[in-house]
């Protein structure tokens, strides 16, 4: 017998070997399931060799001691880069402590290796006391394998023990997998439909096919209090498993190999490569990620499908709250069909046949938000090649759709609708965006998926308890029509499915077609085609002074009417919350409505005015009790500023800028730092000087500081108030309270003269890494010489990287321009960054706004 040191010297060449063997022939075959159980395989053989070296010479001894394979590893799982799952299985308490050493070696010999061992140790009788706190080994048991040891020790667990342990702890071990899977979904947002999803953990991927796989093994076990023989789930269901999980392994193991780690995130380049090597396909012609991603998109769709089938149908596994509802609730009564426990089941199987059942089942579904019964959907789609011949549409279909778009679930039944593919039989203009994934860094869902998720925003805003959600759901309850703007998200991206050229016009020609076949009515048509082909406009106008009359006037003009008005508002609102989580920020919800109020008064003839100090509208009249003393300071500071500066900060805020300018005297540069809850917030205020705004940034950017977003103004004495707002990207403030104060004072001695900013920039600049960039951004520079009376627009649109801002804003001040108003925005890597300039006092003529675009160009190509 060789020593322990050469063998693990064998073993490690004979590793390394295997594992290059096996990535030689999946990159030649692409077999995922191949190369899973080729390395299982070798690391059982480098495991009953160490057995055999370490702990017994005969394979199967010592008694009362053996060894395991549990989880993935149990199941023949290994992929790659995955974790090794081991269980060291002793018949008694005594044996464990008698042999810690050796398994502690054997342990450590495994991890030599570079193998990432996840080992576990019991004795038979712990691993018959299930821990609700720790589910998780109790699932790993149903995979259980052995490996080496003890045969009869193996089969007491395996024969024995599991299935009374199961039969006994079936309802709080159903309970604690749904539970855990419910927590992952909404990690998730509940969906599939992700631009850059991970294959093992988001809905639908080989967490999910596992979690199905263990519902139906243990709701089985629990009723024949033995493992089951034969197939737990129907034909047509592991067919649709089987394809699926073949796709997964592949891909997985794609993942695998790419990354050189267990690394499952299909990341936008995995996706090009994948796609470029047809993974997980059969297909001859050459696919682009978009269509591979379709394929994904349908084995996660079945993966997901299943367990939400099997999550509804199993009472065991429903939640707590889910178990107390039912116990109460009153089921809906219908002549077409019944409920039971939450699930909808057809009176007649034979009633689809009438298209106009069909298109009440979802109207059902969506009025009560219940779900599908196994036996409906396959009903379903058994009906579906005669709805395919003859689908219903004009008036009839609009007459359905509209009512099932006003249902408060309306989301969920056309997520079914869509997954059991018949909306887009019903809705043919939805199947070029059916999974589509465009990359932009923004969205997180594909299109299909936005364009519900924004439906499904609006139907919660009566949920919500949040004060500006609050003023959007009365709008909401304002509307005349409700069911056009729902039609409008549903279509307003259809445009994102034809090739080049701009989505929003693609869009409005697609819902032209998709109007005409549902015959709606001239007046509706063209509200929705309105909402379509504007649905970016409220955006844009974010970009502009909201604040600044000119800018209101002219997108109220385009409005039109106090209805389009609203529904556009609500449909930007809505548009907006379904592109990610974070993307609409209280700022931003804010800006949505002072737009929309700002537009609304408009368009009732009482637009906004530039406020002056004397004016005696509300906000000046607050101000004014909380500084009675100081009257005649009070409207020298406020003179002059732009309307937008009363409007953006509070009343206490304004009180504060300008005791802030009081203090004068004693310095000229007064900062303010103060943590809110996404960002931190740093407020100048001083006499307005040549470069401070670019200067300002330039410090912030010397710290290491993201901006995402500023407010620049200025009032007639030549005060200034800027507002910054960044994240710490290196955490200095967080981790280091005595730097709050250097922070503020590094600010105050550039902006005195005293520090160098060109030295410090260049101290960072030799600091920083280089820019990661997932989605290239073109530069765009636009003047606008039209939304503002006293001022030229500039709209500068680029890659986000460190120092942007002050690269731009020094620019300018090169240029001999004066920023009279900076607002600064970021999605996701692009910066759209917008300012408000004059020069001499004046708008810039046309040969300063070419000398300034070049300028920028330049300076903005630069590295």
Not at 732 to 754: D, H, M, P, Y
Request: with cysteine.
């Amino acid at each position: 017998m060789s020593t322990a040191s050469s063998l693990i010297g064998e073993l490690r060449l004979s590793l390394a070997e295997s594992l290059a063997k096996i990535a030689k022939e999946f990159a030649e075959s692409g077999n995922g399931r191949a190369a899973v159980a080729q390395r299982t395989q070798v690391i059982e053989e480098i495991l009953r060799r160490l057995w055999q070296e370490l702990i017994s010479a005969d394979l199967h001894q010592p008694n009362d001691f053996a060894l395991v394979a549990t989880g993935g590893f149990g199941r023949g799982w290994l992929f790659p880069h995955s974790d090794v799952d081991l269980l060291f299985l002793y018949a008694d308490r005594s044996g464990e402590s008698t042999r810690k050493e050796t398994i502690r070696r054997f342990s450590q010999e495994l991890w030599d290796l570079k193998l990432k061992l996840s080992p576990a140790s019991r004795y038979l009788a712990e691993c018959d006391r299930f821990d609700a706190n720790n589910t998780e080994f109790t699932i790993s048991l149903l995979d259980c394998r052995y490996l080496a040891g003890d045969q009869q020790l193996f089969a007491r667990l395996h024969s024995k023990l599991i299935p009374k342990l199961v039969a006994r702890e079936s309802k709080p071990l159903l309970q604690g997998l749904a539970e855990v899977t419910r927590e992952r979904h909404a990690k998730f947002g509940h969906t599939v439909f992700h631009l850059e999803p991970n294959l093992k953990e988001t809905p639908g991927g080989l967490r999910d096919y596992n979690v199905a796989c263990w519902l139906a093994l243990i709701s089985a076990m629990s009723k024949l209090n033995d493992w089951p023989e034969g197939p737990l789930m129907r034909a047509p269901i592991r067919k649709h498993l089987d394809s699926a999980l073949e796709f997964l392994m592949a891909a997985r193991c794609f993942l695998h190999f790419r990354h050189g780690r267990d690394d499952n995130s299909l990341t936008w380049e995995a996706q090009d490569e994948a796609a470029a090597r047809k993974i997980g396909t059969s297909e001859t012609a050459a696919l682009t990620a978009a269509d591979w991603m379709r394929i994904y998109f349908g084995h996660a769709r079945a993966v997901q499908r299943t367990v939400t089938q099997l999550l509804e149908e199993i009472p065991e596994s429903w939640s707590t709250l889910r178990r107390q509802f039912q116990g109460w609730k009153s089921q809906p009564v219908s002549p077409d069909f019944s409920v039971v426990d939450g699930l909808i089941f057809l009176q007649q199987s034979s009633s689809l046949q009438d298209h106009e059942t069909l298109l009440r089942l979802f109207h059902f579904m969506a009025e009560h938000g219940l779900k599908l019964s196994t036996t409906t959907e396959q009903r379903i789609e058994q009906a579906l090649p005669a709805v395919a011949v003859a689908p219903p549409r004009g008036a009839e279909l609009w007459l359905y759709l509209q009512e099932t778009l006003l249902q408060p679930h309306a989301a969920d039944a056309l997520r079914a609708m869509h997954s059991l593919r018949l909306l887009t039989l019903l809705l043919p203009e939805l199947k070029p965006i059916d999974s589509l994934v465009v990359r932009d860094f923004y969205h997180r869902f594909t299109v299909d998926e936005h364009s519900i998720v924004a439906i499904e925003s609006l139907h919660r805003l009566n949920q919500s308890q949040s004060e500006w959600d609050k003023r959007f759901a009365e709008l909401l309850a304002e509307l005349e029509d409700p069911e056009l703007l729902y039609l409008a998200l549903l279509l307003h991206d259809t445009g994102k499915g034809v090739p080049g050229g701009n989505h929003v016009e693609a869009s409005v020609e697609i819902a032209s077609r998709c109007l005409d076949r549902l015959d709606v009515d001239l007046q509706e048509r063209a509200m929705v085609l309105f909402l379509i082909g504007n649905h970016l406009e409220m955006s844009a106008q974010l970009r502009r002074d909201i604040f600044d009359p000119a800018t209101v006037a002219a997108f109220a003009e385009k409005m039109g009417t106090p209805e389009r008005l609203k529904m556009l508002c609500l449909l930007t609102y809505a548009d907006i919350k379904a592109v990610n989580p974070e993307a609409l920020t209280p700022w931003k919800a804010e800006n949505v409505w002072q737009l929309y109020i700002g537009a609304a008064n408009y368009l009732n003839r009482s637009a906004d005015h530039r406020v002056h100090g004397d004016a005696g509208n509300e906000k000046l009249a607050r101000l004014r009790t909380l500084a009675p003393v100081t009257g005649a300071k009070f409207k020298d500071f406020v003179e002059g500023f732009p309307q937008r500066y009363l409007l953006v900060h509070s009343a206490e805020e304004v009180m504060r800028h300008m005791a802030m300018a009081d203090n004068f005297g004693h310095n000229e540069v007064q900062v303010d730092l103060k943590r809110g809850r996404h960002w931190y917030e740093v407020t100048l205020v001083t006499k307005d000087r040549p470069s401070l705004f670019a200067t300002l940034t330039g410090v912030l950017a010397a710290w290491g500081m993201n901006i995402v977003k500023a407010n620049a103004f200025s009032n007639q004495a030549g005060t200034v108030v800027d507002t910054v707002y960044f994240t710490d990207r290196f955490r200095t403030l967080e981790l280091n309270l005595s730097e709050w104060e250097r922070f503020k004072q590094s600010i105050t001695a550039v902006l005195s003269g005293r520090s160098d900013i060109e030295k410090i920039l260049r101290d960072r600049q030799r600091s920083e890494k280089t820019l990661n960039i997932k989605v290239a951004v073109e530069t765009r520079i636009d003047f606008d010489d039209e939304c503002s009376s006293s001022t030229t627009l500039l709209q500068v649109i680029a890659q986000d990287r460190p120092r942007l801002l002050h690269k731009i804003s020094s620019s300018l001040a090169r240029q001999k321009c004066n920023i009279e108003i900076a607002l600064i925005d970021t999605e996701g890597q692009m910066a759209i960054d917008v300012f408000y300039l004059t020069s001499g006092g004046k708008k810039l003529d046309g040969s300063q706004k070419a000398q300034i675009s070049a300028a920028l160009l330049e300076e903005l190509g630069k590295p």
